[in-house]
């Protein structure tokens, strides 16, 4: 007769609670087999015995918190027969060969052991079986190559789907139609389709007000931003006492309405810096860097009641600052008031996410797939700075560049937040 | 110079670009002859060397005795020799005779000389069906050829592309063979006067369309235009691509098209299994699998040796209302 006691899981383990106990009393157990399940300071662990025989008898109460070495249970030797045979209600059933563990999984999920095809050795049923057997594949979706990769980039979810083509196939439309959006806006260009749609993968969607679904179309893009994008991430504090400066002499001859913000003053910089360090603005299409031919910079707009969207600036580098204010103050009331047209969210080739007015100092971004980079801005705000060897107090903002490995080294990435630091000395020529 | 121009954009049939091409090789280089089965006295069983005999004379445009594998080996060792044979077969099916020369000899000779010894042969021949010629005259062997390494296949489905292929082929140092479909030689076209030249390599977007891919070659293609001339008076916008040469394969173009409609139906005279349209089917679901929004359609030749009875033949290959049928199920 063999008694099962609590283990010593470590050499700082001196005490354990028995969370659960995996055989009931009249099991028999094989050795090896899983028997409890044991808590520990540091994690749960399943425990093994090391004898063969029956479970006579249950000493402890899962929940009790005894010392290493306390008696758990009573596992007599076996009589005979095979060892880990399910005991199984009334008489005993002659179930293909599973462990203790398996068969407590089993019970668990409510899952007929009989009716289980065991995968391991000799036949033994596997937990993975039980698994299987419990959460039978859910049926493949009928869905065309393109419709899944349009799916991926719009953040739809194929199952939600209904499709239209032969056999119920969800086709590409379908999934356009479950987006939302409509025609080539928001659709990846193929790979190498020289002169077809253009529009890369649009960022967040649409404007349509904030719920789940966008929720869920974030969440989809970003996690496969993170997955997908190695990023490398740079920041740099320049010193806006010059663009402030400017902007203030410039904006005193201006009416109220027509008065430019730092903002406008940032995305111009950012638009023309994009332009001189062209190995950022464009998209990672097809396993490799696709330049763009223009700046089209997206603008992250966080809207009411969640979520956000980047719908995107035309040609901002090379339009003047006052238009590009215009265009600013509209997009984002636009964009709030969920009224985006389909090419302002088709494709931006360089987002920023500009957090200043939400008060932080740094932002680092996840870039847009399949953009390679995004830009942080974040408050403007006064900091101590050196000046000619000197302490003085000058009005700053922090910078980031968060941008794809696969497409662009640090020193690009350096280059960038560089040309922008310079261009902001020179607010006369934005 | 304007009285060439002139007649060059006139009206033509393939049969006479086919002629007007043989009539400037020979005229252009000594080098050059024709020989084949009735190429001379008879005018070519389908009339395209007819008038040659007269003016050229029978040491230019011989005729051959009933031996395949004699004449279109006789044409590999004058090839060897320096000349610049231009061989007719008159079908595809006795081509057969002249495997052992086509493959065995002027496929290989380069790569088993290392490279000394090209061999600049023309070999032309009929292919196809649609006229009542039954089994032995009417198959599309085309994709056989196309599958042997060393052959250049061209499928001239156009005037153009009849007047100005031979002169392409001639100039490749090694062996082309050219496939005119059977059915084309009667078909009339405006020869392009701006067009002194063609490529090899390149297939061709014939119409260019939105919707859905239509890929095909030689005689196919006129049944491909109706079918997508019908359909676009449904509003399905067909884009039909001329392969124009079998190997190369040019799939740069049928992918980039693929890539814009996300559809295609290959449109291939041959049968199914084995067939040059599987080989396309292949490097579309290799390639531009992503691009895909419904399975790759096929319409080919029903697999038995082609009928002599007009509708059998009719029913067994491709037609304007078969290539439709399969836009649409790829639309569907």
Do not use: C, N
């Given at each position: 007769m063999g008694e099962f006691t609590m283990p010593s899981l470590g050499a700082d383990m001196d005490e354990g609670t028995?969370?659960?106990?995996?055989?009931?009393?009249?099991?028999e157990v094989a050795r090896g087999d899983v028997v409890a399940v044991v808590e520990t300071a540091k994690s749960t662990i399943e425990v093994e015995c090391f004898e063969s025989g029956t479970v006579t008898e249950l000493l402890a109460e899962p929940g009790t918190t005894v010392p290493v070495g306390t008696p758990l249970a009573v596992i007599s030797p076996?009589?005979?027969?095979?060892?880990?045979?399910?005991?199984?209600?009334?008489?005993?059933?002659a179930a293909a060969p599973a462990t203790p563990l398996v068969r407590h999984q089993a019970a668990e999920e409510g899952v007929d052991l009989q009716a289980v095809h065991g995968s391991g050795r000799g036949g033994r049923i596997t937990r993975a079986d039980v698994s299987r057997a419990a959460h039978p594949a859910p049926a493949r979706i009928a869905a065309s190559p393109l419709a899944r990769r349009l799916a991926v980039s719009l953040g739809v979810d194929l199952a939600a789907v209904r499709g239209t083509g032969s056999r119920g196939a969800v086709k590409a439309d379908d999934v356009r139609a479950a987006a939302g959006?409509?025609?080539?806006?928001?659709?990846?260009?193929?790979?190498?389709?020289?002169?077809?749609?253009?529009?890369?993968?649009?960022?967040?969607?649409?404007?349509?007000?904030?719920?789940?679904?966008?929720?869920?179309?974030?969440?989809?893009?970003?996690?496969r931003a993170k997955r997908e994008i190695p990023h490398y991430y740079l920041s740099t504090v320049i010193d806006l006492s010059a663009a402030l400066e400017w902007m203030?002499?410039?904006n005193s001859r201006r009416?109220?309405?027509?008065?430019?913000?730092?903002?406008?003053?940032?995305?111009?910089?950012?638009?023309?810096?994009?332009?001189e360090v062209p190995e950022l603005n464009g998209h990672w299409i097809g396993g490799r860097f696709v330049p763009a031919t223009g700046v089209r910079l997206g603008t992250a707009v966080s809207l009411r009641g969640g979520g956000l969207v980047a719908p995107s600036l035309a040609d901002a580098d090379r339009l003047p600052l006052p238009d590009l204010m215009a265009a600013l103050k509209d997009l984002v009331a636009r964009a709030r008031h969920g009224r985006l047209r389909a090419s302002e969210t088709a494709d931006p080739t360089l987002t920023v996410t500009n957090l200043g007015d939400q008060g932080v100092e740094t932002v680092f971004g996840v870039i847009y797939p399949p953009q390679v980079a995004m830009v942080g801005l974040g408050r403007v705000t006064d900091r101590p700075v050196a000046v000619d060897g000197m302490l003085a107090v000058h009005p700053t903002v922090t910078a980031t560049l968060s941008a794809d490995h696969r497409a662009s080294d640090g020193a690009t990435g350096s280059r960038f937040l560089t040309t922008l630091d310079r261009l902001l000395q020179h607010p006369e020529d934005l | 110079m304007n009285a060439t121009r002139?007649?060059?954009?006139?009206?033509?049939?393939?049969?006479?670009?086919?002629?007007?091409?043989?009539?400037?090789?020979?005229?252009?280089?000594?080098r050059v002859f024709l020989m084949g089965e009735d190429v001379g006295r008879y005018g070519g069983c389908f009339g395209v060397s007819l008038g040659l005999l007269e003016e050229f004379g029978p040491d230019r445009i011989r005729d051959t005795p009933l031996s395949e594998s004699a004449f279109v080996g006789a044409g590999i060792g004058a090839a060897l020799g320096g000349m610049r044979p231009v061989v007719e077969i008159m079908t595809v099916n006795f081509s057969l005779l002249a495997l052992d020369q086509i493959m065995n000899n002027a496929a290989t000779l380069l790569h088993m000389s290392g490279g000394q010894l090209n061999v600049p042969i023309v070999i032309r021949m009929t292919t196809g069906a649609g006229r009542q010629l039954a089994a032995q005259h009417s198959h599309s062997l085309e994709?056989?050829?196309?599958?042997?390494?060393?052959?250049?296949?061209?499928?001239?489905?156009?005037?153009?592309?009849?007047?100005?292929?031979?002169?392409?082929?001639?100039?490749?140092?090694?062996?082309?063979?050219?496939?005119?479909?059977?059915?084309l030689y009667n078909e009339e076209g405006v020869l392009d006067a701006a067009t002194d030249s063609v490529g090899l390599d390149s297939a061709a977007v014939r119409r260019p369309g939105a919707d859905v891919s239509v890929i095909t070659y030689g005689g196919s293609l006129p049944k491909a235009l109706a079918a997508a001339e019908e359909l676009s008076g449904d509003g399905v916008d067909v884009e039909v691509v001329d392969l124009r040469s079998l190997r190369p394969l040019d799939d740069a173009t049928v992918l980039e098209s693929v890539a814009r409609t996300h559809r295609a139906v290959?449109?291939?005279?041959?049968?199914?299994?084995?067939?040059?349209?599987?080989?396309?089917?292949?490097?579309?679901?290799?390639?531009?699998?992503y691009d895909l929004d419904a399975p790759v359609q096929r319409v080919c030749s029903q697999e038995v040796p082609m009928p002599y009875a007009k509708q059998l033949e009719e029913a067994a290959l491709p037609q304007p209302a078969s290539i439709v049928a399969a836009v649409r199920r790829a639309v569907a």
């Open positions: 028995l969370v659960e106990w995996l055989v009931a009393e009249g099991a076996a009589a005979s027969g095979p060892p880990a045979v399910a005991p199984g209600p009334g008489p005993a059933a959006s409509t025609g080539a806006a928001g659709e990846e260009s193929a790979p190498g389709a020289a002169g077809g749609e253009s529009a890369p993968a649009a960022p967040a969607g649409r404007a349509a007000p904030a719920g789940d679904r966008d929720r869920l179309a974030i969440a989809r893009l970003m996690a203030r002499t410039e009416t109220v309405a027509d008065r430019l913000v730092p903002a406008a003053l940032l995305l111009k910089a950012v638009a023309l810096a994009a332009r | 002139a007649a060059d954009t006139a009206r033509t049939t393939y049969r006479e670009a086919l002629r007007a091409a043989l009539r400037e090789a020979l005229r252009g280089d000594d994709s056989w050829y196309a599958h042997i390494p060393g052959l250049r296949v061209l499928t001239p489905a156009t005037v153009d592309d009849a007047r100005h292929m031979l002169a392409a082929a001639l100039d490749d140092p090694d062996p082309v063979v050219l496939f005119e479909h059977g059915s290959i449109v291939d005279e041959g049968w199914r299994s084995g067939s040059i349209s599987g080989e396309i089917a292949a490097r579309i679901a290799e390639q531009a699998f």
